[in-house]
């Protein structure tokens, strides 16, 4: 069932790593909303322009693919600023690109913490730097990271991922602090085990051990996560701003 928020028609929204998983899926709702969608890839041209495609059929008004990668700032400063010339202001911005490399403590490795990091936490919070300019001057801008229930709860073998992800939770709140008198809000999502590539890659008895955790018995739908971003795009959020939001079938309680 896909909730339908009518301010989003028309709202130019950005959302990193939408190639596929959560982030496709919410580009695909977004597009059934009537936003201008502006999804991030990073390097599959053909599949972007299937995508666009796929996106002004479900209704975008309007879809644009934006090539960067969330870790190399000057190209992704490029990118959004010459969509904002041409386009005006972004006000809708989902910081949802991310990766995990799980790996017991004593076998971390310094280069894989400093890229989870980067990908995880850095770029969101210099993306929405970059935005934050031309955020100040346009009206009803949201701005929705997606962190994790692992930011919250920990989980062995996550130590960077989790880290990176209670990261994220600190920046929404600091943020939205320090822009909520302009308006501008600013919240994050926690969600726990979606069905996408990510959660595909785990062993079937880890898999198993976690459904028995998780008071729904099920693993949550891209499309559930779709939802509640949109309901924080739109203005019927208008009153929440610094909050964080679990949607994991019961898991944390
Ligand atoms: P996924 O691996 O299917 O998708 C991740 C996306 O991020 C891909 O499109 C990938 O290309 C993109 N990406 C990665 N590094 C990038 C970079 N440097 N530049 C640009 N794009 C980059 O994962 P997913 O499950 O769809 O996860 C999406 C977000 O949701 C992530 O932040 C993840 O941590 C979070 N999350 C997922 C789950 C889950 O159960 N699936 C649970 C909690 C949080």
Do not use: W
């Not at 991310?98 to 971390?108: E, N, P, W």
């Amino acid at each position: 069932m896909i909730a339908k928020f009518s301010d989003l028609a028309g709202k130019n929204i950005l959302i990193t790593g939408a190639s596929r998983g959560l982030g496709r899926k919410m580009a695909e709702v977004l597009a059934t909303q009537g936003a201008h969608v502006i999804f991030n890839y990073r390097g599959d041209e053909s599949a972007a322009n299937l995508l666009k495609e796929e996106l002004i059929s479900l209704g975008a008004s309007n879809a644009t693919a934006l090539l960067f990668d969330v870790t190399n700032t000057v190209q992704m400063k490029e990118a959004v600023e010459k969509f904002i010339e041409s386009n005006g202001a972004i006000t809708g911005l989902v910081n949802n690109a991310g990766i995990s490399k799980d790996q017991i403590v004593l076998r971390m490795k310094e280069e894989d913490v400093a890229q989870t990091i980067n990908t995880n936490l850095t770029s969101a919070i210099m993306l929405t730097q970059i935005l934050s300019r031309s955020f100040l001057k346009a009206e009803n801008v949201s701005v929705v990271n997606i962190s994790s229930i692992v930011g919250l709860m920990g989980n062995a073998s996550q130590i960077a991922y989790a880290a990176s992800k209670a990261g994220l939770i600190g920046f929404t709140k600091s943020y939205a602090k320090e822009l909520a008198s302009r308006n501008i809000r600013c919240n994050a999502i926690c969600p726990g085990f979606i069905t996408t590539d990510m959660t595909h890659a785990l062993d079937e008895k880890v898999k198993d051990a976690y459904l028995n955790t998780i008071p729904l018995k099920r693993m949550g739908d891209p499309e559930e996560v779709a939802n509640l971003v949109c309901f924080l795009l739109s203005k019927a959020s208008s009153y929440i701003t610094g909050e964080t939001i679990k949607i994991d079938g019961g898991l944390y309680i």
